[in-house]
């Protein structure tokens, strides 16, 4: 023990104060108390939102395998393509975009990443056509993934230039009726 540890110990009795005031030692309580339910209700909060997630991953998940063209959830699964999960981002992103609205007049401003998005439907066409006839085979699997990849990133593409049209839409707004956006 040193010499501050002894001089605290030896004079413990004079440094302790004769009278606590009940204000201070109450806010102190209070103050711990609103510590504890702020950690609680931040928990609650955080366990509310993992149910909610993962309910709504269950939906998606449900609802994206009644909507897939046919043949495709099989092809994946049989050549376990699913663990990348861009049927989910596919289905997810083609979603948010059906909710999305353009002016009728810009909506030719869309057209030719629309005619993508369906000529890349008619490549996965292809790809299902090929490995009917052909078997699966590795390069097939690299397209395929390559596929998924560019359709997300078109969709990403369609969904900034919604965004993009719509803010100058709310700048300079036009007469033109707003209609939805056809996937």
């Given at each position: 023990m040193n010499d501050f540890e002894k001089y605290l110990q030896d004079n413990k009795q004079k440094l302790e104060p004769d009278h606590i005031d009940q204000r201070v030692w109450l806010s102190i309580e209070n103050e711990i108390l609103r510590a504890k339910n702020k950690r609680i209700k931040l928990f609650v909060k955080a366990l509310a939102a993992g149910i909610l997630l993962l309910i709504g991953s269950y939906a998606l998940h449900?609802?994206?395998?009644?909507?897939?063209?046919?043949?495709?959830?099989?092809?994946?699964?049989?050549?376990?393509?699913?663990?990348?999960?861009?049927?989910?981002?596919?289905?997810?992103?083609?979603?948010?975009?059906?909710?999305?609205?353009?002016?009728?007049?810009?909506?030719?401003?869309?057209?030719?990443?629309?005619?993508?998005?369906?000529?890349?439907?008619?490549?996965?066409?292809?790809?299902?056509?090929?490995?009917?006839?052909?078997?699966?085979?590795?390069?097939?699997?690299?397209?395929?993934?390559?596929?998924?990849?560019?359709?997300?990133?078109?969709?990403?593409?369609?969904?900034?230039?919604v965004e993009k049209i719509n803010y100058y839409e709310k700048l300079q707004p036009s007469s033109s009726k707003a209609v939805d956006i056809e996937i």
């Open positions: 449900s609802y994206h395998h009644q909507n897939l063209p046919p043949g495709e959830e099989r092809i994946l699964a049989e050549y376990d393509l699913t663990k990348y999960e861009f049927t989910q981002q596919v289905s997810f992103k083609k979603q948010a975009l059906l909710k999305a609205t353009v002016p009728q007049d810009k909506i030719d401003d869309l057209q030719i990443l629309l005619q993508q998005l369906e000529f890349m439907d008619g490549q996965f066409q292809d790809y299902r056509l090929y490995i009917e006839e052909n078997g699966y085979q590795e390069f097939i699997g690299d397209q395929i993934l390559n596929f998924y990849k560019s359709k997300i990133e078109l969709l990403d593409k369609i969904q900034k230039e």
